[in-house]
């Protein structure tokens, strides 16, 4: 483990992917899902640009973390609104609770 | 060890530790505001990666404006009233099962694998490789990204606005 290393930012990226998942996997509130989804993307991230620094040296794999993140903004935006959707049909954004088709 | 080396530690231990908090908080509240760390802690490490124009926009996008969305919608949607146990977790045990033996897939295999290092590491600064990037090779990706833009937009007004009924 040092700044150095690949390997240290390997490691910080798979736990911080594995704590994403688990929050996506655990959670109830509809809101968490969403913080977990936006863990799991910083990780995929941090990979890409350590795989840009180490590896070839060139910013391709800065380009794809900024798509990346342009894209994370777009889905929070969306995701966001869909839960305040839920919100005002079902009163709670539990998401046991809206699990029906039609109003 | 030198400073470096103690600041990456610090920042290391910053990010894991806040996103185990918006994995593990009972509170929502809590939750939504460790996230600032993980995102911070994040954009650090983009530093120490020798990219300041990622770690610029993650600052700029993340912090400044999807953690204040994420927050909007929790203050939207709960009564602050009652925030004691407001983020409900269930299926703890086997979750946990499944994402131990993931980790150690991924840490064993990151710390096994012989990985090619570039013969020496560059740190400059890479605005202007970007936007050259941006506007020759991935031109038509650049464009698109517009467009989603515009559709995620039209998309959330439409969602969250209130229904009119006559």
């Known amino acids: ?103 | 060890m030198d400073v470096s080396t103690a600041v990456f530690y610090l920042i290391a231990l910053i990010t894991v530790g806040s996103a185990a908090m918006v994995a593990f908080s009972r509170n929502i509240i809590y939750s939504a505001f460790s996230l600032l760390g993980t995102f911070m802690g994040v954009a650090g490490i983009y530093i120490f990666l020798g990219a300041d124009f990622v770690a610029a926009v993650q600052v700029l996008i993340y912090v400044g404006g999807i953690l204040v969305l994420i927050l909007f919608a929790v203050m939207l949607t709960h009564r602050i009233t009652d925030v004691q146990v407001t983020n409900r977790s269930a299926g703890t045990i086997p979750a946990l099962i499944v994402v131990s033996v993931l980790a150690y897939l991924l840490i064993d295999s990151a710390l096994e694998t012989p990985w090619v290092k570039a013969k020496q590491l560059v740190y400059e600064a890479t605005a202007a490789k970007i936007g050259d990037l941006f506007l020759y090779t991935y031109l038509l990706p650049f464009e698109l990204a517009s467009l989603v833009l515009l559709a995620a937009m039209i998309g959330a007004v439409v969602l969250s606005r209130k229904e009119i009924k006559e």
């Open chain 1, 1 to 103: 483990m040092s700044p150095n290393d690949l390997s240290s930012y390997l490691i910080i990226g798979a736990i911080l992917f594995v704590l994403g998942l688990f929050t996506v996997l655990t959670r109830r509130n509809a809101i968490s899902v969403l913080m977990g989804v936006e863990l799991i993307l910083n990780s995929a991230n941090i990979n890409y640009v350590a795989f840009s620094h180490f590896g070839s040296g060139n910013a391709d794999g800065q380009i794809y973390a900024i798509f990346v993140i342009m894209l994370a903004a777009a889905e929070a935006a969306v995701g966001l609104a869909i839960v305040l959707a839920i919100f005002q049909l079902f009163h709670t954004i539990d998401v046991e609770a809206a699990e029906t088709l039609r109003e």
